[in-house]
């Protein structure tokens, strides 16, 4: 099932200057999330806006993270980044260690069986899946060296485009998987 014609025009909206700045990106991801996570089902999506500090750079602040919570625990996270943080091997390195670090922020408080995060820059995305019996986090975590530049976020992990059918269905298989352990879990 595509995109309505309305998610389809907020995404649009975003470029050219969703390039260099997130925060085009805020309100066509929060209208989507909220329309797959809709508050009927007890579900409520809460943007965060956090300093991460353990494994993050200096150059980068702040995150912009939109937390879906049902009945106040954390069912799925999205972190978002400008479009044009997809070039940079720092940027995808500084997003990949700020979903890490927001995984370990969330893992006490999640009652589902696996926690979903996406990490959004512009459209393209890259799913993260945290395994709570197991403690497994994927994708695997690629070290860096100490005299070796290691791309430690391959920019083909954002291998999925939000606008394409491919992306779309991606997102809409995670949340479903999302939705079926909520149910699984009960009031």
């Not at 991606?170 to 998987?177: A, S």
Request: charged share 25%; with cysteine.
């Amino acid at each position: 099932m595509p995109w309505d014609e309305y998610t389809l025009e907020q995404f649009q909206t975003t470029l050219p200057l969703g390039e260099y700045d997130e925060s085009r990106y805020y309100g066509p991801y929060n209208g989507l999330l909220s329309d797959l996570f809709p508050k009927q089902e007890h579900y409520m999506v809460v943007p965060q806006y956090k300093r991460l500090t353990q494994l993050t750079s200096v150059d980068v602040d702040f995150t912009t993270i939109f937390l879906v919570q049902q009945r106040e625990h954390p069912v799925f996270f999205l972190e978002i980044k400008a479009a044009g943080h997809i070039h940079r091997t720092s940027s995808r390195a500084a997003a990949d260690n700020q979903m890490r670090e927001m995984v370990g922020n969330l893992c006490d408080d999640v009652k589902i069986p696996i926690l979903y995060g996406v990490s959004a820059i512009g459209t393209k995305l890259c799913f993260y899946k945290y395994t709570k019996d197991t403690g497994k986090l994927e994708p695997a975590l690629i070290p860096g060296h100490t005299k070796v530049v290691v791309d430690t976020a391959p920019r083909d992990r954002w291998e999925f485009d939000v606008l394409t059918h491919e992306g779309e269905q991606k997102l809409r298989d995670v949340i479903g998987d999302v939705k079926r352990m909520c149910t699984q879990l009960g009031p």
